[in-house]
């Protein structure tokens, strides 16, 4: 019999004895009448820096004959992933354009259930991304189809690897039981922040590309989706820059960043519709301060791992200011996928073992923003000037605007860097960040700073920096689909993920990926 033994309050010296003792204590049992114990649950309750507790769900198996302890619950049985295959698959296997979190577990799928999909992505292998993504931080040579953003596992294989979200649905086991049985990390399985890092989630992306080969699926790297056929509205293929392909159905995983993927669906006709987005720049604190403003004499803690922090504030002119993908022992990194623009971006490793902490600082874009007659791509042509501005402000080959946060709530230009260094390669220019913002966003952000001042002390610091500009934190358009069908007005195609507007994540966009899957199976 395996019991659960629900949040316990431990302080961080108690959460490093072993789970056997802690489950034994709890039951008020041996612990020689333990046979195992899994760790379901772990957070961190940081409210009271004096008091600071982990709270721990555990689950544990109990020697055979020994009887339910009084006050508590025989565990819930985890359920597997599985689907059953088709007796009669299409006679031309589905489509999946896009290779991101969306992508791979539509694909995954529908090879799980026989359909053989054909993934078009327009980027390289993970292993071969890796070597463009490190030639373009250390050279500032960009390929624009194998960077940051584009290329397997997607934006977020390059990221902090966050599987937090918003939504709730049943599917999100399923994409962290499959995360793990290729190569991410068990604590995913448990942590209530659960993230991959950057390092563990190439692993675990190469391992599903492979399950879906050895299921019969069958992923183009270096091919772009480039048209859609139809026949009395409905798909009858779909044309690529290396051919055509007879298919009824696509999935478009274009992801946020799929600009002349956007360009094309707008001229056919696909039914879309501006989003709101944001627009911001990443701020880059001292891990070690950080530590200690969270955890007090509890930093660096082994038990508590490295502290990170989640704020939003209300303008003074009604728009939002928040951080977003905070990256803990994080870094800075470039990513453009356009020549001649600058983007920025956040990434750690599992460990986040590097000397600075980053998050994106951000405040709203809203569609009526933009004039009617700029169009439904309005918000797009919105980042592209604003990253065209940047790359000018950063001088260059790659380079971004730099400037201290002292500096930029004061107004004044920069000339070097203050206590913190930046980590952005390849490479920054001290300037001021004014160049590259709308008026708007500068004073946002500059009210955030200060209001969160008060809820972190020294996040004012003058001596860290702001890095900007970050553009790409979402896609600025929705592909609209039916709610039920989860179809386009043209049926057989399916606007699936975050470049879809229909996610906001690494595990939104898969569990997305898997519902469209799902629901074109029925």
Same mark, same amino acid.
């Given at each position: 019999?395996?019991?659960r033994?629900?949040q316990?309050?431990?302080?961080?010296?108690?959460?490093?004895?072993?789970l056997?003792?802690?489950?034994? +204590?709890?039951? &008020?049992?041996?612990?020689?009448?333990?046979?195992?114990?899994r760790?379901?649950?772990?957070?961190?309750?940081?409210?009271s820096?004096?008091? !600071?507790?982990?709270?721990?769900?555990?689950?544990?198996?109990?020697?055979?004959?020994?009887?339910?302890?009084?006050?508590?619950?025989?565990?819930p049985k985890?359920?597997e992933w599985?689907?059953?295959?088709?007796?009669?698959?299409?006679?031309?296997?589905?489509?999946?354009?896009g290779?991101?979190?969306?992508?791979?577990?539509?694909? *995954?799928?529908?090879?799980?259930?026989?359909?053989?999909?054909?993934?078009?992505? &327009?980027?390289?292998?993970?292993?071969?991304r890796?070597?463009?993504?490190?030639?373009?931080?250390?050279?500032?040579?960009?390929?624009?189809?194998?960077?940051?953003?584009?290329?397997?596992?997607?934006?977020?294989?390059?990221?902090?690897?966050?599987?937090?979200t918003?939504?709730?649905?049943?599917?999100?086991?399923?994409?962290?039981?499959?995360?793990?049985?290729?190569?991410?990390?068990?604590? !995913?399985?448990?942590?209530a922040?659960?993230?991959?890092?950057?390092?563990?989630?190439?692993?675990?992306?190469?391992?599903?590309?492979?399950?879906? !080969?050895?299921?019969?699926?069958?992923?183009?790297?270096?091919?772009?989706?480039?048209?859609?056929?139809?026949?009395?509205?409905?798909?009858?293929?779909?044309?690529?820059?290396?051919?055509?392909?007879?298919?009824?159905?696509?999935?478009?995983?274009?992801?946020?960043?799929?600009r002349?993927?956007?360009?094309?669906?707008?001229?056919?006709?696909?039914?879309?519709? &501006?989003?709101?987005?944001?627009?911001?720049?990443?701020?880059?604190?001292?891990?070690?301060?950080l530590?200690?403003?969270?955890?007090?004499?509890f930093?660096?803690?082994?038990?508590?791992?490295?502290?990170?922090y989640?704020?939003s504030?209300?303008?003074?002119?009604? +728009?939002?200011?928040?951080?977003?993908?905070?990256?803990?022992?994080?870094?800075?990194?470039?990513?453009?996928s356009?020549e001649g623009?600058?983007?920025?971006?956040?990434?750690?490793?599992?460990?986040r073992?590097?000397v600075?902490?980053?998050?994106?600082l951000?405040?709203?874009?809203?569609?009526?923003d933009?004039?009617?007659?700029?169009?439904? *791509?309005?918000?797009m042509?919105?980042?592209?000037?604003?990253?065209?501005?940047?790359?000018?402000?950063?001088?260059?080959?790659?380079?971004?605007?730099?400037?201290?946060?002292?500096?930029?709530l004061?107004?004044v230009?920069?000339?070097?860097?203050?206590?913190?260094?930046?980590?952005?390669?390849p490479?920054?220019?001290?300037?001021?960040?004014?160049l590259?913002?709308?008026?708007?966003?500068?004073?946002?952000?500059?009210?955030?700073i200060?209001?969160?001042?008060?809820?972190?002390?020294?996040?004012?610091?003058?001596?860290?920096?702001?890095?900007g500009?970050?553009?790409?934190?979402?896609?600025?358009?929705?592909?609209?689909?039916?709610?039920?069908?989860?179809?386009?007005?043209i049926?057989?195609?399916?606007?699936?993920?975050?470049?879809?507007?229909?996610?906001?994540?690494?595990?939104?966009?898969?569990v997305?990926?898997i519902?469209?899957?799902?629901?074109?199976?029925?």
């Amino acid at each position: 019999m395996t019991v659960r033994v629900l949040q316990l309050r431990l302080t961080p010296d108690e959460a490093l004895r072993s789970l056997t003792a802690l489950a034994a +204590r709890a039951l &008020r049992l041996p612990e020689n009448r333990i046979v195992s114990v899994r760790l379901v649950k772990k957070s961190v309750d940081a409210r009271s820096k004096s008091d !600071i507790r982990l709270l721990v769900t555990l689950d544990a198996e109990l020697e055979k004959g020994t009887p339910l302890p009084r006050g508590f619950s025989a565990a819930p049985k985890a359920e597997e992933w599985k689907e059953t295959p088709v007796s009669a698959p299409p006679a031309h296997p589905p489509v999946v354009a896009g290779f991101g979190p969306a992508g791979m577990f539509c694909a *995954l799928t529908l090879a799980m259930r026989g359909l053989r999909p054909i993934v078009l992505e &327009r980027g390289r292998p993970v292993e071969d991304r890796q070597k463009d993504v490190e030639a373009f931080f250390a050279t500032g040579r960009l390929d624009p189809a194998s960077n940051v953003l584009f290329g397997e596992g997607g934006a977020g294989t390059f990221s902090d690897g966050k599987l937090t979200t918003g939504i709730k649905d049943s599917r999100i086991s399923c994409v962290l039981s499959t995360l793990h049985r290729f190569g991410a990390p068990e604590e !995913i399985l448990y942590e209530a922040k659960p993230h991959v890092g950057t390092d563990r989630l190439t692993r675990a992306v190469k391992g599903i590309r492979q399950e879906i !080969i050895r299921l019969g699926g069958e992923v183009r790297f270096g091919t772009r989706l480039t048209g859609l056929v139809t026949e009395d509205g409905r798909l009858a293929g779909v044309n690529t820059d290396k051919g055509g392909i007879v298919t009824g159905a696509v999935f478009l995983c274009l992801g946020h960043s799929a600009r002349d993927s956007f360009e094309m669906l707008s001229a056919l006709g696909v039914p879309m519709a &501006r989003k709101p987005f944001s627009i911001g720049a990443r701020i880059e604190h001292s891990q070690a301060w950080l530590d200690c403003a969270q955890y007090g004499r509890f930093a660096a803690h082994p038990a508590l791992g490295r502290a990170d922090y989640r704020l939003s504030a209300r303008c003074p002119d009604g +728009r939002g200011v928040y951080t977003f993908c905070m990256c803990p022992g994080g870094q800075v990194i470039a990513s453009a996928s356009e020549e001649g623009g600058v983007a920025t971006n956040g990434m750690s490793v599992f460990a986040r073992d590097g000397v600075n902490c980053d998050s994106a600082l951000l405040t709203d874009v809203r569609p009526e923003d933009f004039p009617e007659s700029a169009g439904v *791509l309005a918000g797009m042509e919105f980042q592209r000037r604003w990253e065209k501005a940047a790359y000018e402000a950063g001088g260059g080959a790659y380079k971004a605007p730099c400037q201290r946060v002292g500096d930029f709530l004061s107004g004044v230009p920069s000339k070097d860097a203050g206590d913190v260094m930046p980590s952005y390669r390849p490479g920054v220019n001290w300037t001021d960040l004014s160049l590259c913002l709308p008026g708007y966003a500068v004073n946002n952000l500059r009210f955030g700073i200060n209001e969160f001042d008060k809820k972190i002390r020294g996040f004012t610091a003058p001596g860290a920096c702001v890095t900007g500009v970050e553009t790409r934190s979402s896609s600025p358009v929705r592909i609209l689909r039916d709610p039920v069908s989860l179809q386009s007005d043209i049926a057989g195609v399916y606007p699936v993920g975050e470049g879809a507007g229909y996610a906001g994540g690494i595990t939104s966009a898969a569990v997305d990926g898997i519902r469209s899957a799902q629901e074109y199976l029925k």
